[in-house]
């Protein structure tokens, strides 16, 4: 059987004795590979590589570094279709949506194609009499990513090239549930001219990740995944003495004005809420119409369209929805589903008895849509993230707005309306990070940056465009004067500008 092995200095690491654990198909539910687990050890030996490299790594002109950026960018180009083969393989999103993560991975790689400009720092002249300040952007030293399951190619793009394009070395931990397409792209690194050592992926859980939080050679760390497991890690890291930024969960809301445009709003609620089968921290997992007419048409549209779902394997192309990514997965999403009825909210389509012909073995649920959820049940307060929707119904605007931002999370929202003025004040007075205005996934582009507020994210900032160029690096300000010749004789009062 496969196993996906730790890639480290440009190779298979050879660790005698290391266990493994399985990754299934979603689709067919049947073991197809596994993954090597991590130790201590793993982390250290990638580290080690890491640090060999990086006085030469970190040395290159940015100019060098830019121009391996392009290689990466052309050949992820041209095996995109490899590395969605895997993704839906392994994760069960369909393959277009697999292209789709690629593709805005790949953005990432271009904002990192500029990183000359981006790194360029400041200079002044004469801030003291025959002294000049200039500020500076140098790389940290070693950094490390640790990923979630859901995008094992856009989340670690997210990461490495804006950090390795800035001169770090990179430790990238994958989920151990899919992570072949990940370490696909550990060898693409290296096919376009990155040297060995300067992306080592090391496998692995729990055991993994408290390495590459206590190592010392570590300098910063950047997290996503669950909220439970980021606070952990940004306060692991802290303890540590490293720079961490750690992304979380979700509970995006929709909320659906009487005067939006409900034919865009039916089919925006289709393609966020259900599409790759919830499992994007930037689904639309709550609709809060305002308005009981407006509930009503929300219902009477999605209803039926959810009951047509064509649900499928990924690499079907007509499926519109593909499995859960595990049995327990699906299991914990039934569970939301059951103690949604028990709580009292009204199941208008249920997804649970789905069974597939020829796939009865695969992770596979229907959509799920409940109306009539209230604030106080377990299925709107907490990440339930798969294909269910929950609808809870507000009078007023203001009521809405309250319910958006009285809940723990706060990654992403989006307002569907006609009128500038209430999208207005919505962007402005909603406590969230990505803010959607008739726009249901509103992802930010590379050039922006990607980041939620409240219990969404812990650490100072966002991940992707200038904000990493920032995470990744430490500003060094040098004050510095020529000799003149002119001795003025010791100063003992503080240097002033006078
Ligand atoms: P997860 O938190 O279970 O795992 C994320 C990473 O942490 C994995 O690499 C995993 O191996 C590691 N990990 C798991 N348990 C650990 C533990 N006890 N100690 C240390 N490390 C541990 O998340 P997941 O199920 O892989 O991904 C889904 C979650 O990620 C959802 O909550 C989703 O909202 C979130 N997510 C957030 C964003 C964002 O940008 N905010 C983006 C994508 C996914």
């Not at 006085?55 to 041209?78: A, D, G, Q, Y």
């Not at 570590?218 to 961490?244: H, N």
């Not at 203001?398 to 723990?408: F, G, Q």
Request: charged share 20%; glycine share 10%; aromatic share 8%.
């Amino acid at each position: 059987m496969k196993l996906v092995d730790h890639l480290i200095n440009g190779q298979n690491a050879d660790f005698p004795n290391l266990s493994s654990t399985p990754i299934y198909n979603p689709a067919s539910g049947e073991e197809i590979s596994r993954v090597v687990s991590g130790t201590a050890n793993c982390v250290d030996q990638a580290v080690k590589s890491a640090l060999n490299i990086f006085p030469e790594w970190s040395s290159m002109t940015p100019l060098v570094r830019s121009r391996k950026m392009f290689k990466l960018k052309e050949i992820i180009e041209l095996r995109q279709n490899e590395l969605a083969k895997l993704i839906s393989q392994e994760h069960g999103k369909t393959f277009d949506d697999a292209l789709g993560e690629i593709g805005r991975g790949l953005e990432v790689v271009e904002f990192a194609c500029g990183i000359p400009n981006h790194l360029a720092g400041n200079y002044t002249s004469n801030v003291g009499r025959s002294i000049d300040s200039w500020s500076d952007y140098q790389p940290m030293g070693i950094c490390a990513g640790i990923t979630p399951f859901n995008f094992p190619i856009m989340v670690p793009m997210w990461m490495f090239p804006v950090a390795i394009a800035c001169g770090n070395c990179f430790i990238l931990k994958p989920s151990e549930r899919d992570p072949s397409s990940t370490r696909l792209l550990s060898e693409i690194v290296l096919e376009a001219g990155i040297p060995p050592g300067v992306l080592n992926m090391v496998n692995g859980g729990k055991d993994t990740v408290d390495a590459i939080l206590q190592h010392n050679d570590i300098s910063g760390v950047s997290f996503v995944g669950s909220t439970p497991i980021a606070q952990y890690v940004y306060s692991e890291a802290a303890k540590y003495g490293k720079k961490v930024q750690a992304m979380g969960g979700a509970k995006n809301h929709m909320v659906v004005m009487p005067d939006a445009d409900m034919e865009m709003v039916g089919d925006a609620i289709m393609g966020s809420v259900f599409g790759s089968a919830g499992e994007r921290c930037m689904a639309i997992s709550v609709v809060v119409p305002v308005g009981k007419d407006t509930g009503d048409k929300i219902k009477e549209i999605v209803k039926p369209k959810i009951e047509n779902l064509k649900i499928g394997p990924g690499l079907d192309p007509d499926s519109e929805m593909g499995p859960l990514v595990t049995s327990d997965h699906l299991q914990k999403v039934k569970r939301y589903i059951d103690q949604g009825v028990d709580e009292g909210a009204d199941l208008v389509v249920d997804g649970r008895n789905l069974k597939l012909q020829g796939y009865e073995n695969g992770f596979f649920i229907g959509g799920s849509f409940f109306d009539n959820v209230t604030t106080d049940m377990s299925i709107y307060k907490e990440e339930i993230f798969g294909p269910v929707l929950s609808m809870v119904r507000a009078d007023t605007f203001d009521y809405a707005l309250d319910i958006v931002n009285k809940h723990e999370y706060g990654n992403g929202t989006a307002i569907f309306t006609s009128n500038g003025g209430v999208a207005r004040q919505f962007a402005n007075e909603c406590q969230i990070g990505m803010v959607g205005v008739n726009v249901p996934i509103p992802v930010p582009v590379a050039y922006h940056s990607f980041g939620g507020w409240k219990r969404s994210a812990f650490g100072g900032h966002g991940v992707y465009g200038m904000e990493s160029v920032r995470f990744y690096t430490r500003l060094k300000t040098v004050t510095g004067r020529w000799p003149s010749g002119q001795h003025t004789g010791a100063q003992y009062t503080f240097p002033s500008n006078s």
